[in-house]
């Protein structure tokens, strides 16, 4: 049985609805790998914004090491490679409809598909996205994820579950600018805003995959910096370690 988001995503339709892949399980990640490229390959620090709730005094390791484990890889993709791979998913993705679910869903106004096999020039670029997001020997999903968020649409607040997702997540995001909040599972005043924007790479590990739940804002509530970001359709390709082995089943 193949253990991927699509499925799990799919036949999340019940209440309560938020689906496995979005529970929230707390978990040790001290034994978290330290990514050998997160040393060499930062994220760009200005397209976070801590909130003022949390105040500069309060935890600052936290601090740091949320800085450490969000990174936010600007302009990862060209304009042209974008375009190469909307135009792949493309076909698959129009064939389905937007789901607006009455339930209590994780997401509202998706759809969504996986890929396992690109063309030459798109398999290049996931390529890349690997190498520079994961250890050398981390075990991937075989499948990427293909997250298509109509104009409308938003993502609730949620942490991927560790039955269906190991340490590290990785999303493109194409076709639109994003604001992604990470709000801390315990501390809720301890939250931050990150600017997904257009062709970013985004990178989440350690205390930014296990320890803060992330969203991605819709309508009114997507704002950076205090000024709107409108927010369109907007296409996530995101790629994901398996899960640990002490979390499958
Ligand atoms: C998810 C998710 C974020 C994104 O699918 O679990 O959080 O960038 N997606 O679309
Ligand atoms: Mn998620």
């Not at 389905?96 to 969504?112: L, P, S, T, V």
């Not at 996931?126 to 020997?137: G, K």
């Not at 981390?138 to 938003?154: I, R």
Request: with cysteine.
């Amino acid at each position: 049985m193949r253990l991927l988001t699509f499925s799990i995503l799919k036949n999340c339709k019940l209440k309560p609805s938020l689906c496995k892949i979005y529970q929230n399980i707390s978990v040790d990640f001290s034994q978290s790998k330290i990514e050998p490229l997160a040393e060499k390959l930062p994220g760009d620090t200005s397209y976070i914004e801590i909130l003022p709730s949390w105040k500069p005094d309060e935890a600052p390791e936290l601090r740091l090491d949320i800085l450490r484990h969000m990174r936010i890889l600007p302009n990862f993709v060209t304009e042209e490679e974008e375009c190469g791979i909307l135009a792949e998913v493309e076909p698959q993705l129009k064939r389905m409809r937007y789901e607006y679910d009455h339930w209590d869903n994780a997401i509202e106004g998706y759809r969504e598909t996986e890929r396992g096999k690109w063309n030459e020039q798109n398999e290049a670029i996931i390529s890349r996205v690997r190498e520079v997001a994961f250890a050398p020997n981390s075990e991937l999903l075989p499948y990427v994820h293909v997250l298509d968020l109509a104009a409308a649409g938003h993502i609730k607040p949620h942490v991927d579950a560790v039955r269906f997702c190991g340490d590290t997540i990785a999303g493109l995001c194409l076709a639109s600018s994003a604001v992604m909040r990470l709000t801390h599972e315990k501390k809720p005043h301890l939250a931050l805003d990150a600017l997904l924007e257009r062709r970013c790479l985004y990178i989440m590990s350690g205390v930014a995959r296990y320890s803060f739940s992330h969203a991605v804002l819709g309508g009114e509530h997507s704002v950076w910096r205090g000024e709107r970001l409108p927010r369109r359709r907007r296409v996530a390709v995101i790629c994901r370690e398996q899960p640990r082995p002490e979390n499958r089943q």
